[in-house]
């Protein structure tokens, strides 16, 4: 399980407040400057820099969450120190693509973490992507 998700009690798997996960995962979380414990490394630029949380963000979070899920739950960014997030992120760099994880399914990744948030794709693309793929995966599986 990662940071964002939890089960409920019919098996499904929900995104969630990030508020739910703080006490379980403490270490995740780190106050910048705002008396505000965050959860730095699945936060969009514009969250970290300004505040402003909005649904773009919560896809940015998103595409974070299904980073975690191949990766069977390493915690994103663990290399960066959460004060130096902000500008990581402003220089460009995301995350690597997980080992064995396929092109398409870190391309939906990928374009979850667009610096614009206007550039995000809306939920409803990305539960599409992860439909289309998921049929493409029922041939092999």
């Given at each position: 399980?990662?940071?964002?998700?939890?089960?409920?009690?019919?098996?499904?798997?929900?995104?969630?407040?990030?508020?739910?996960?703080?006490?379980?995962?403490?270490?995740d979380?780190?106050?910048?400057?705002?008396?505000?414990?965050?959860?730095?490394?699945?936060?969009?630029?514009?969250?970290?820099?300004?505040?402003?949380?909005?649904?773009?963000g919560?896809?940015?979070?998103?595409?974070?969450?299904?980073?975690?899920?191949?990766?069977?739950g390493?915690?994103?960014?663990?290399?960066?120190?959460?004060?130096?997030?902000?500008?990581?992120?402003?220089?460009?760099?995301?995350?690597?693509?997980?080992?064995?994880?396929?092109?398409?399914?870190?391309?939906?990744?990928?374009?979850?973490?667009?610096?614009?948030?206007?550039?995000?794709?809306?939920?409803?693309?990305?539960v599409?992507?992860?439909?289309?793929?998921?049929?493409?995966?029922?041939?092999?599986?």
């Open positions: 399980m990662t940071l964002m998700e939890i089960i409920d009690d019919t098996l499904q798997v929900k995104i969630t407040d990030n508020a739910l996960s703080r006490d379980l995962f403490p270490m979380y780190h106050c910048l400057g705002d008396n505000e414990n965050r959860p730095v490394r699945w936060m969009a630029l514009e969250s970290l820099v300004n505040n402003e949380f909005s649904s773009a919560d896809v940015w979070a998103f595409g974070v969450t299904l980073w975690e899920l191949m990766t069977l390493q915690t994103p960014y663990v290399d960066i120190d959460p004060f130096e997030m902000a500008a990581y992120l402003k220089d460009g760099y995301r995350i690597a693509q997980p080992i064995n994880c396929p092109d398409e399914l870190f391309a939906v990744m990928a374009c979850c973490w667009a610096l614009d948030p206007e550039e995000r794709p809306k939920f409803q693309q990305r599409q992507c992860l439909t289309e793929f998921h049929a493409a995966l029922g041939a092999y599986v």
